[in-house]
């Protein structure tokens, strides 16, 4: 305990958010193998821990780095098509968990380097300008994803952007991608296991990255751009792996969550998801990466919990959220936490 | 001329910017001695503040030359000339407010500190090994100003003078040669801008820089500049030695509109 106290604040904010993970898959694990698991909630802990990656990719675009993207979803979108490609070509001549691990890291690599695309001139702009400008990136790769054709024969991948028949394939021939009916009968190689050993890697990068040189220096930028410049800090460029970084996080978590299903198709990833995701991070506060960890679990799990409520149940949802929305932003709400979070300290005191 | 023999830390030739219409600075001529303190001074909206942005590249100039060092500045990003050797701080403090002090000094180190994005992730003993000079150099400039205790409040925590001291702390983290404080002394009592004063002075002294500041608190300007520049309406209308600049008649004119000061 000793030990603890003396350790740096972000460095127990980053243990803190471990030890929440671990224990969150302690407690499906165990919830498991007594059978409380329900079927509905089993099939939802892979889109909660994808969720959760996208909020901490989201949040460190939005909260360490300051700006507003609303084409998150379209990262999501490159990554998961990308790893369907990847495992589904591999399929046969490599054992699952590294079809997986391929997968993540194509797909996060694609998706990283359509970051890189995107932020070199998305990111010329600032605030409003710079939102309105990855929602419509967003929608480009949705509606790219709509019409691209990918399959796969003894001579290699084929892809075409016109429609199936052009793909021109042997007879052996499979097609992985059929544009906008997307990918079906992929194999479902996301375990939850290896979804939150992901969900572990990415609190590390995110975690270490913000507090080491990088994540100051693209903290500096978000408090004051001119005064970073004055310092001697190369603005474009912190900014770029902030949003790079995020991007291809973006991607790891759509390959995750592309694979848990049979059937993926681009429109999943449109401005709702983003939007979505927006809303994990704001909830959850801004740059507060423990907020997003709950708040995506949460509010990914609620609609799930709100099934008996039948037809009222998105209603329930959205009053959840402007009630959430209230509680963290009413100062008496605020106040009444921190008195809480400082009781303790007050009676060592005495 | 004594000093003909050292290059100048800093030479500007017919420097000027136009604003459409309007010439905010015309015909800068100055040159700043590797480690002179020098005065800018002049009535409000003369074009002090726009100068600063001129040297370091805020503002792209119009016309003319500066020389940093030697070396002409005409294709360098404000980054770029800060690596080069000028650093400064601001009018409007623009400190980095969510930051801690610490930290705040850590930007200012940041092209000083040699460690990469990929040991900073995967906390390499660079990273390690890098990151203690950096803390351990961020409270050596800190202890300067007696700061060194307050490391770890947050920036737009600190009392108004503090985050003027922070805002200088920061600008000589980043090892420049030329120093420019643009009213350094605002918002300070009396007592505050006398230990400034020695602050400016020993800086100098210890670190072997040129120091080019802006201000309107005269005892402070006459009391440690070796050499004041006078301007109004962005031309320079008067050089030289506290005394001589007292005793200009242009000066006084600009400052009193004509008539004699009375002391």
């Not at chain 1, 008496?332 to 809480?340: D, E, I, Q, T, W």
């Not at chain 2, 350094?184 to 400016?200: D, F, H, K, R, V």
Request: net charge neutral; with cysteine; proline share 3%.
């Amino acid at each position: 305990m000793e030990l603890f106290k003396k350790l740096k604040k972000h460095t127990k904010m980053s243990f803190l958010n471990y030890g929440i993970v671990i224990v969150f898959y302690i407690v499906i694990q165990i919830l498991a193998m007594s059978g409380h698991l329900t079927n509905s909630l089993k099939g939802q802990l892979i889109p909660i821990v994808s969720y959760v990656i996208m909020a901490l990719a989201l949040n460190l675009v939005v909260g360490i780095s300051g700006e507003l993207s609303l084409g998150h979803a379209g990262f999501m979108s490159v990554g998961a098509f990308s790893g369907v490609v990847v495992s589904m070509s591999m399929a046969g001549s490599a054992p699952e968990p590294v079809r997986l691990i391929c997968a993540i890291l194509i797909g996060a690599l694609l998706a990283g380097l359509a970051g890189v695309i995107i932020g070199i001139p998305v990111l010329r702009l600032n605030g409003d300008y710079l939102a309105i400008v990855t929602l419509a990136f967003g929608e480009i790769i949705k509606n790219v994803m709509n019409c691209l054709y990918v399959g796969v024969d003894g001579a290699g991948i084929h892809v075409s952007f016109k429609d199936a028949g052009s793909l021109g394939m042997a007879a052996d021939g499979k097609i992985l991608i059929n544009g906008p009916i997307g990918a079906n009968g992929v194999t479902k190689l996301s375990t939850f296991m290896a979804g939150t050993v992901l969900l572990i890697i990415v609190l590390i990068i995110i975690q270490n990255l913000v507090n080491s040189r990088t994540g100051l220096a693209i903290m500096a930028i978000r408090d004051n751009r001119i005064a970073a410049e004055a310092s001697g800090v190369p603005v474009t460029k912190y900014k770029l792996i902030a949003f790079v970084t995020s991007a291809a996080i973006a991607g790891a978590a759509g390959a995750l969550y592309a694979l848990n299903y049979s059937t993926i198709a681009p429109k999943k990833f449109d401005f709702n998801t983003s939007i979505l995701v927006l809303v994990f991070v704001v909830l959850g506060g801004i740059g507060n990466m423990t907020g997003s960890i709950i708040a995506a679990a949460l509010l990914t799990i609620l609609p799930e919990l709100l099934r008996k409520f039948a037809d009222y149940r998105m209603l329930i949802y959205a009053i959840v959220l402007i009630i959430v929305m209230i509680a963290t932003n009413n100062e008496k709400v605020r106040a009444f936490v921190n008195g809480l979070k400082k009781k303790p300290a007050q009676e060592e005191a005495k | 001329m004594s000093d003909k023999a050292q290059t100048p830390v800093l030479q500007t030739s017919h420097l000027g910017i136009d604003f459409g219409g309007l010439t905010a600075v015309d015909e800068f001529n100055i040159s700043i001695a590797p480690t002179e303190i020098k005065g800018l001074i002049g009535p409000n909206g003369a074009g002090k503040t726009t100068i600063f942005n001129l040297l370091t590249k805020v503002y792209q100039p119009s016309r003319g030359t500066i020389l940093l060092d030697g070396k002409d500045t005409r294709n360098m990003s404000p980054v770029q000339v800060n690596h080069a050797g000028i650093a400064r701080t601001f009018q409007n403090i623009r400190l980095f407010d969510q930051l801690t002090v610490e930290e705040n000094v850590k930007i200012g180190l940041h092209d000083h500190v040699k460690y990469g994005m990929f040991s900073g992730i995967f906390r390499l003993p660079s990273f390690w090994k890098e990151e203690k000079r950096a803390h351990e150099r961020a409270l050596e400039l800190l202890d300067i100003f007696g700061m060194a205790n307050e490391a770890d409040v947050r920036a737009d925590s600190l009392p108004y003078g503090a985050q003027r001291r922070l805002e200088i702390v920061r600008a000589l983290a980043t090892q420049p040669k030329l120093l420019l404080l643009d009213e350094p002394a605002a918002g300070m009592n009396p007592s505050e801008t006398e230990e400034l004063m020695n602050n400016i002075k020993k800086i100098r002294d210890e670190f072997n820089i040129a120091v080019m500041l802006i201000e309107h608190d005269m005892n402070l300007v006459m009391g440690i500049c070796e050499n004041i520049v006078v301007v109004n309406f962005g031309k320079i209308i008067a050089e030289g030695t506290p005394t001589q600049i007292q005793n200009d008649p242009q000066v006084i004119e600009a400052y009193l509109g004509g008539r004699k000061e009375e002391d």
